[in-house]
């Protein structure tokens, strides 16, 4: 074998979303793209606004010497600082910009923000449904990842279950909100009772617990809805993100993370951070785009577009038959599967030409999911599939 064991079989495990781009690809061959529905990948068709245009053309135009020279590795000091300045709206202490450093997009962050807080078989809880590579990523740094379910009814944090499974091998939770795959914003209160709770069994530990909010689509919050911020929720809070969803720059591979001020130890976790940034391999993060974002802090994609998507999607399924929350943010839905095993109903769907992934692949079995940042007209189309798809399945 060419490549190790545990690999291969982080591969198999891992395939879900890929099998089904590659399924994608080949049914495109066979029917034409006009009749197929690819709901699989969160890779959103929505272009850059515009202000991100102008500052582009502008950097172009410019090019100033030494503009993509080595910078220190935690980042230009003038793109933490727009950055601080943004976090400090949400947060009790002001963010300054020794508190950021800049990464590799948010997979990036996470890498770097495990290395640095991980010893060897220390467990990092994730909350189910999950991003799935999270496991993955406590590995690469000699961690174990350990799953607590959240609400079934709502997929809101259950902070008995969570403060019952830290234990003495506890180093982090990881929080993603508004989450993918389901949609669903964690509300302020359970994100203050889950720091109470995580300052309680520290103390009890006498251990420090981090928790580590993955927000990416922390800007895509619909119907007037508050995304809390972390640091005004938890004390020993780390924020990871990227701008691949507000700014609709999933290729750019730009992203931060920052530590909350009022967190102990801060300044010692940025040490290590910066220098995991480093023998990580990242290095820094693209000059160009720290230099582009900087001035783009407040700017987004249009929200109203997603949320128009959502309602879309969400009124025809749910008048069809399908069951799910509600998302209050990101891109995705979640509904129940109509049969009990998942992976066979996402194989019937593919029959009808629709693309979806199993929950099973987010640790949540009964359920799929769908990413519907894809374009509008497409979503209009596949509603026939959707409809057919129903009635095999017993809906309606």
Known sequence: MTISVKVMNYIERSSWIRKMFEEGAALRKIHGAENVFDFSLGNPSTEPP????????????SCEPGMFRYMDNAGYLETRAAVAEVLTEKSPLPVEARHVVMTCGA?????????????????????????????????????VTREVPT???????????????????????IVNSPN?????????????????AVERKGKELERQIYVISDEPYARLAYDGREVPGIFSCVENAIVVTSHSKDLALPGARIGYLAVNPAMGN???????AVFCNRVLGFVNAPALMQRLVAKLQRSSVDVSEYQAKRDLLYDNLTTMGFRMVRPEGGFYLFPESPLADDVEFVGLAQKHNIL???GVGFGAPGHFRIAYCVDAEMIHRSLPAWERLAREVGLG
């Open 107 to 143: 997979g990036g962050a996470l890498n770097v923000v495990l290395k640095t807080i991980l010893n060897p078989g220390e467990e990092v809880i994730i909350l189910a449904p999950y991003f799935v590579e999270y496991k993955f990523y406590a590995d690469n740094h000699g961690g």
């Open 356 to 358: 979806l992934v199993p």
């Open 151 to 173: 609400d079934p009814a709502t997929f809101q944090l259950d902070i008995a279950a969570i403060e019952k499974a830290i234990g003495p091998n506890t180093r982090a939770i």
């Open 266 to 272: 801060a300044a010692q976790f940025i040490e290590g």
């Open 180 to 196: 993918n795959p389901t949609g669903v914003i964690y509300s302020r209160e359970r994100l203050t009772a889950l720091g109470e």
């Open 50 to 61: 515009e202000d991100f245009r102008r500052e582009l053309q502008s950097l172009a135009q």
